[in-house]
């Protein structure tokens, strides 16, 4: 099999070959003396897995894809690494971390929805229990099957109670907000006071002298620090809940873009548009998206208002420009233990950019947000402050794609991922073979040499993986993940898309009563501006068909 023949052959032999010679693998894998140095032996042994999720993060946020915000510690890793520039998540938080923990459909691991359903189709029915369910087996719980220490810290989104939390799901130490939280002090994003954390099993609240991307990384290197020298690899998932909203980060982190951003967001847009062009993200003879649709342009803003807005990109920014800091700070810890050079490093974002924020439609949460909130100009960012960047700035964020979260479209689900270790990834080049989360526990899987236990699980019935390896294709980015007959679904909040090979087909939502299905080639238009549904019916008609299998296959209750 690959994982065996891959990883033992290549990260063994080949590089023994180099090192000593030819050993056994369970020569191999013996412990080192110390973790201490980065010896030859340590290099061996099976790859420690980082993991790290960032949160909204946009496809041209990252300074690697043209972003101004500079980014050098992941531009680095890229540098040295594999970028991924055509992979896929969910169109939201939690069913995307449903997605990358079994390695199956959303509709299947349990989050068909993001929340407890309303639809009385939905109430009860399998894969729409609101948690991970127990008809997958997770990717903590398998690589510690396997013999790898296992560790958290971030957003879990996958439950709330212990029962469905990370120590039931196979993670030994774990540090959660259990569906996301504001970022400094711990204020709720979504109700009045504090939000929900949990340490281990126990719930938990935070003080005002609270950064989650400062915390979670040094939860994690605590962690890490704990178990080390023990012979065990680490699988560390740190899930990040930067830059989503609201926007907070130190006043030090903030001040440090003052100004960059006084010229507005089209042409922030013009600027990012330009460099991805000049770094082949985007076609030389594209033209760009058009407005997003009812936004006012910015010379139609007053003066006051463009402070206002330019100031909440200033605080975008800093959170992006602080996840890479404290990214740097875990890289440069893991170096000084010698654990650097045998770690694989896999980051993604979990979605596209956030135009929006439903719940201020909501009254109550909008009421609460008004009193528990100072929005003035001086106190934007700061712990008490309560705002999301907006339509415009997320048309920026994504500047390749069309539209953001919560949609089938590019800026959706298309986003920025990359893959990094000195033996198991080629370095510095591009692979723009099509791959989605659901492909990464089988990866890991493979590097950890175990593999999915098939049909049944700790004695219950489980699915299978949906997912295939990267490991091939990380080596060598010549190499197909996916053949021309596989194909991809999504579906949340009305929303639809599936792709197979260059066709997608995307069903609107926004568009209410006049929605109907819109067929792109991403290959030739990857900002799906052409809708060829009138044009490719044979085409259109053969993909309407594939979806009316996922939707079988998967179990949808839309």
Request: negative net charge.
């Amino acid at each position: 099999m690959l994982r065996h023949r891959f990883v033992r052959l290549v990260a063994g032999c080949i590089f023994a070959a180099f090192i000593f010679g030819c050993q056994k693998t369970a020569e191999l894998e013996q412990p080192s003396d110390s973790l201490d140095s980065a010896a030859p032996s340590v290099l061996m042994k099976r790859p420690n897995i980082l993991l790290i999720v960032a949160d909204d993060l946009g496809y041209a946020d990252l300074g690697v894809f043209g972003s101004e915000i500079p980014t050098p510690n992941i531009d680095a890793l890229v540098k040295n690494g594999m970028l991924l520039t055509n992979f896929y998540a969910n169109m939201a938080c939690s069913p995307t971390r449903a997605m990358l923990m079994s390695g199956t459909d959303s509709h299947l691991a349990g989050l068909g929805v993001m929340n407890p359903p309303q639809n009385p189709a939905q109430i009860g029915q399998p894969g729409y229990e609101a948690y991970l369910n127990f008809r997958v087996a997770s990717m903590a719980n398998l690589l510690k099957d396997a013999g790898y220490r296992t560790y958290m810290a971030g957003k879990w989104h996958l439950g709330e109670t212990v029962e469905t939390g990370p120590r039931a799901r196979g993670f030994e130490k774990s540090f959660i907000s259990i569906d996301g939280a504001a970022h400094l002090g711990g204020l709720s994003w979504d109700g009045p006071g504090l939000a929900p954390y949990r340490d281990g099993e126990d719930l938990v609240t935070v003080g005002d002298d609270f950064y989650t991307t400062r915390f979670y990384t040094n939860r994690m290197i605590e962690y890490i620090e704990a178990d080390r020298g023990d012979g065990q690899p680490f699988f560390a998932y740190l899930a990040y809940t930067a830059p989503h909203w609201p926007l907070q980060a130190p006043r030090a982190s903030i001040e440090k873009f003052k100004g960059w951003y006084d010229d507005g967001y089209e042409a922030l847009y013009q600027r990012r548009f330009s460099r991805m062009k000049e770094l082949g993200f985007v076609p030389e003879d594209a033209e760009g998206l058009p407005p997003v649709e009812g936004q006012p342009a910015w010379q139609e803003l007053t003066e006051e208002r463009q402070r206002i807005e330019a100031r909440k990109m200033e605080i975008y920014a800093a959170m992006v420009s602080d996840l890479d800091a404290y990214i740097g700070e875990l890289i440069t810890y893991l170096k000084s233990i010698g654990a650097f050079d045998n770690t694989f490093i896999f980051f993604m974002s979990d979605n596209g950019p956030e135009d929006k924020r439903r719940d201020l439609n909501n009254p109550a949460i909008a009421e609460w947000v008004a009193a528990c909130c100072d929005n003035s100009y001086d106190n934007l960012g700061d712990a008490d402050s309560y705002v999301m960047y907006g339509p415009n700035w997320a048309r920026a964020s994504s500047v390749a794609f069309y539209r953001a979260k919560s949609t089938g479209f590019e800026g959706g689900i298309h986003v920025p991922a990359f893959a990094h270790h000195p033996t198991l990834v080629e370095g510095g080049v591009r692979n723009d073979r099509f791959a989605t989360v659901m492909d990464i526990l089988p990866t890991f899987l493979d590097f950890a040499e175990t593999d999915h236990p098939g049909a049944a699980y700790r004695g219950r019935s489980i699915l299978p993986m949906k997912g295939k390896s990267l490991a091939a294709t990380l080596k060598a980015p010549e190499k197909t993940v996916h053949d021309e007959a596989a194909y991809v679904g999504w579906e949340l909040y009305g929303h639809r898309a599936l792709r197979q090979g260059d066709w997608k087909i995307v069903w609107d939502a926004a568009k209410g009563d006049d929605a109907a299905w819109e067929l792109y080639n991403i290959a030739d238009d990857p900002q799906e501006q052409n809708n060829l549904s009138g044009n490719e019916r044979e085409r259109l008609n053969a993909m309407i068909s594939l979806w009316e299998t996922y939707r079988e296959e998967n179990g949808l209750k839309p």
